[in-house]
């Protein structure tokens, strides 16, 4: 009955990870739109995502500091309308302004910031409610990210196929609907705190915890493997690989998603089982092959089965930072979770920048792009070695 009572609470989550899914995954499908719409070069729609995330680090440190002063549900109910009002906003600021570059980076922005809320403030809260096996439901919870990723994705190429990708701002609205009506479960649903107030550690006792910058380390990483894919696969399968939009989307961001919705699914029901820092160790260089096969193929069919390895193999490495984070550092509190956030979007802007500077560098080269992503899942692998040489975190190492 007890667990019964967080059923709302664990809804509002999986919807609060949905939002998110959306905010990331529906204009990285318009790349391509407003390269040919607006004229805007692919160096500039490289900085769309990197304000994306570059907003919800800023936000991540922000919250850090202050989310216990406001309140949890307060700031999670803001988050929601920010990312309602920034995705409504789409469907005119840009055609409004001068240059609308210019409106779809403040778009960009509002619905970040209710975005990097969301990314702060969920994991905790289901933390804090009373569940059995809580690295299975923190993976199970993280797979609603991949499942709103899916659906938006496999939602947004149906509607392109059906009524055209000229009536994009309708099907903005429409995703917009979805933040909106999740403000009201997050305004009624039962919210505990993670640790009791005065007993959380601040963040300069955080940084000066050597165990936590490796976390940091490995959460930076974690992001930078995801997101960079994630980001650029439907404009690599679009412009490198030279499939059409609905099959490059599908096959290339839509599978992505569900292979990694899957991943963190089969570890939310089997997770107990399984040592997960060498989980995530065979995560990262199956991540590393990925990234390898999808740049070096010549072939289309063999480059795009790299984005969907990609996806599989990324699924446990944000959930799973977030856990090992929590195990070894239960003292954290919210101050913890939003620098791991913070760390994990400084990840997610430094990975789909890179590739975008290096395609650009290297002459509208998305392959050479995509090369260089596989940095981010070779370092992962070092932390996570590193960390399974120290075994259970014995505190006296990192000091």
Same mark, same amino acid.
């Given at each position: 009955?007890?667990?019964?009572?967080?059923?709302? /609470? =664990?809804?509002?989550?999986? *919807? !609060?990870?949905?939002?998110?899914? #959306?905010? +990331?995954?529906?204009?990285? &499908?318009?790349?391509?739109?407003?390269?040919?719409?607006?004229?805007?070069?692919?160096?500039?729609?490289?900085?769309?995502?990197?304000?994306?995330?570059?907003?919800?680090?800023?936000?991540?440190?922000?919250?850090?500091?202050?989310?216990?002063?406001?309140?949890?549900?307060?700031?999670?109910?803001?988050?929601?309308?920010?990312?309602?009002?920034?995705?409504?906003?789409?469907?005119?600021?840009?055609?409004?302004?001068?240059?609308?570059?210019?409106?779809?980076?403040?778009?960009?922005?509002?619905?970040?910031?209710?975005?990097?809320?969301?990314?702060?403030?969920?994991?905790?809260?289901?933390?804090?409610?009373?569940?059995?096996?809580?690295?299975?439901?923190?993976?199970?919870?993280?797979?609603?990210?991949?499942?709103?990723?899916?659906?938006?994705?496999?939602?947004? /190429? =149906?509607?392109?196929?059906? *009524? !055209?990708?000229?009536?994009?701002? #309708?099907? +903005?609205?429409?995703?917009? &609907?979805?933040?909106?009506?999740?403000?009201?479960?997050?305004?009624?649903?039962?919210?505990?705190?993670?640790?009791?107030?005065?007993?959380?550690?601040?963040?300069?006792?955080?940084?000066?915890?050597?165990?936590?910058?490796?976390?940091?380390?490995?959460?930076?990483?974690?992001?930078?493997?995801?997101?960079?894919?994630?980001?650029?696969?439907?404009?690599?399968?679009?412009?490198?690989?030279?499939?059409?939009?609905?099959?490059?989307?599908?096959?290339?961001?839509?599978?992505?998603?569900?292979?990694?919705?899957?991943?963190?699914?089969?570890?939310?029901?089997?997770?107990?089982?399984?040592?997960?820092?060498?989980?995530?160790?065979?995560?990262?260089?199956?991540?590393?092959?990925?990234?390898?096969?999808?740049?070096?193929?010549?072939?289309?069919?063999?480059?795009?089965?790299?984005?969907?390895?990609?996806?599989?193999?990324?699924?446990?490495?944000?959930?799973?930072?977030?856990?090992?984070?929590?195990?070894?550092?239960?003292?954290?509190?919210?101050?913890?979770?939003?620098?791991?956030?913070?760390?994990?979007?400084?990840?997610?802007?430094?990975?789909?920048?890179?590739?975008?500077?290096?395609?650009?560098?290297?002459?509208?080269?998305?392959?050479?792009?995509?090369?260089?992503?596989?940095?981010?899942?070779?370092?992962?692998?070092?932390?996570?070695?590193?960390?399974?040489?120290?075994?259970?975190?014995?505190?006296?190492?990192?000091?």
């Amino acid at each position: 009955m007890q667990h019964n009572r967080y059923k709302r /609470t =664990l809804t509002a989550c999986y *919807f !609060g990870f949905i939002t998110q899914a #959306i905010a +990331a995954n529906f204009t990285p &499908l318009l790349f391509t739109t407003f390269h040919r719409e607006y004229g805007i070069s692919l160096g500039k729609i490289a900085m769309i995502p990197m304000a994306f995330y570059l907003t919800q680090l800023l936000t991540d440190l922000f919250c850090a500091r202050f989310a216990d002063c406001v309140g949890i549900r307060t700031c999670v109910v803001i988050s929601e309308i920010l990312s309602a009002a920034g995705l409504f906003g789409l469907c005119f600021l840009p055609d409004l302004m001068p240059v609308p570059f210019a409106g779809i980076m403040i778009c960009c922005i509002i619905y970040a910031i209710g975005s990097g809320l969301i990314e702060v403030l969920v994991s905790p809260i289901v933390q804090a409610c009373p569940f059995d096996n809580k690295e299975s439901v923190m993976s199970l919870l993280h797979s609603f990210y991949c499942w709103g990723s899916v659906g938006v994705i496999g939602g947004s /190429t =149906l509607f392109f196929s059906i *009524f !055209g990708i000229g009536r994009w701002r #309708i099907l +903005a609205s429409v995703w917009a &609907l979805v933040p909106f009506l999740n403000t009201f479960n997050f305004l009624r649903c039962p919210i505990e705190k993670f640790v009791e107030e005065g007993e959380g550690m601040t963040i300069r006792q955080l940084l000066r915890d050597r165990l936590f910058w490796l976390l940091c380390l490995l959460m930076i990483c974690a992001g930078a493997s995801e997101i960079a894919m994630a980001q650029w696969a439907s404009s690599f399968a679009e412009l490198a690989l030279h499939v059409s939009k609905s099959a490059g989307d599908i096959a290339g961001p839509c599978m992505f998603a569900a292979l990694m919705g899957i991943s963190r699914a089969i570890y939310g029901k089997y997770g107990e089982r399984v040592d997960l820092k060498k989980f995530m160790a065979a995560s990262g260089l199956l991540c590393l092959f990925s990234y390898l096969l999808a740049a070096l193929s010549g072939a289309a069919l063999p480059a795009l089965a790299g984005c969907m390895i990609c996806g599989f193999s990324v699924g446990i490495m944000w959930p799973g930072s977030i856990s090992i984070s929590a195990q070894a550092i239960p003292r954290g509190g919210t101050a913890m979770f939003a620098l791991l956030a913070l760390a994990g979007d400084l990840g997610g802007t430094a990975g789909p920048a890179l590739v975008g500077m290096i395609s650009q560098g290297t002459g509208e080269n998305l392959r050479a792009g995509v090369l260089s992503g596989a940095v981010f899942p070779l370092v992962l692998v070092l932390c996570t070695a590193a960390l399974i040489r120290r075994g259970n975190f014995s505190r006296q190492k990192f000091k």
